[in-house]
């Protein structure tokens, strides 16, 4: 069975489209990259550092897949483990102390489910990022740029701007991962991408994200420029608002409303 939805999460995991070194290159001037989470290591799946925005010094933290074979296994193919989150998280401080925005770009299937990484705290660590994001005293902006998969998306996206690219999917789980659960048969995972809404479309329907990003340009320069004025003017709001956190604080709150 083949769907829409399902057709859109084939092209979010497509092995040739942008990466988040790549908006990096494409948005940002000087990115100087910072390692570690000074507790334990530094994951590869996770880069971030300081760059500038024009002339705007920010905080870039991005999920990386890798474009080739090599690359993907080195960066466990997006999946990031406890030191990667805390990592994030330590240059999101940063960037608070020093009164920098912060800009995300999210591409992950989910968090590393390994041993070691259980061991080493992926739930909290996890958990501590979406509490400490939602009272960060600095504007935060996440972009999904493909994958957005359950909480090792979520632990990089609880902003005040949330964007999704036109062919990038947000979901609580995969669609195989769903129809194994809920039919015992991964090969139900198009029907299971319909049920789980996970598009840009039903994002911004659901009030998830703020807007979509069209991807009809995605090959010119026009592309990453279009998108870097918009993280700017946003910023430039952002940055003079006093209720920052009060707002949000209630769009997630808001999720799930009916009435």
């Known amino acids: 069975m083949s769907t829409e939805a399902y057709e859109i999460v084939k092209k979010a995991r497509s092995s040739g489209r942008y990466t988040g070194i790549d908006f990096i290159k494409g948005i940002f001037n000087h990115f100087f990259e910072l390692h570690g989470d000074r ?19 920010v905080t870039v933290i991005a999920i990386e897949k890798g474009h080739n074979a090599r690359e993907r296994m080195q960066r466990l193919f997006g999946a990031p483990n406890p030191e ?25 299937s989910g968090a590393y489910c390994g041993i070691g990484a259980e061991e080493r705290g992926q739930g909290l660590a996890i958990a501590e990022n979406l ?26 996206s609880v902003a005040d701007r949330v964007y999704m690219l036109e062919n990038a999917v947000y979901s609580v789980i995969s669609p195989e991962g769903c129809a194994s659960i809920l039919w015992k048969d991964s090969s139900r ?38 998108l870097k004025d918009k993280l700017a003017a946003d910023i430039k709001t952002l940055r003079a608002d006093r209720q920052l956190l009060d707002k949000r604080y209630n769009r997630f709150r808001a999720f799930g409303r009916t009435e």
């Open 84 to 108: 990667g989150y805390r990592k994030a998280l330590r240059l999101m401080k940063q960037a608070e102390k020093f009164k920098r925005p912060v800009i995300c770009f999210v591409d992950t």
């Open 131 to 156: 509490c400490e994001m939602m009272t960060l005293k600095t504007p935060v902006i996440s972009v999904l740029i493909g994958e957005g998969g359950s909480g090792g998306a979520l632990a990089l």
């Open 189 to 226: 995972a198009a029907e299971a991408a319909e049920c789980l809404r996970l598009t840009a479309k039903d994002a911004l329907k659901l009030g998830v994200i703020e807007g979509i990003v069209s991807e009809s340009n995605m090959d010119t320069p026009e592309f990453f420029s279009g």
């Open 39 to 57: 507790r334990y290591a530094d994951d590869s799946a996770v880069i971030g550092g300081v760059a500038y925005l024009d002339n705007m010094p």
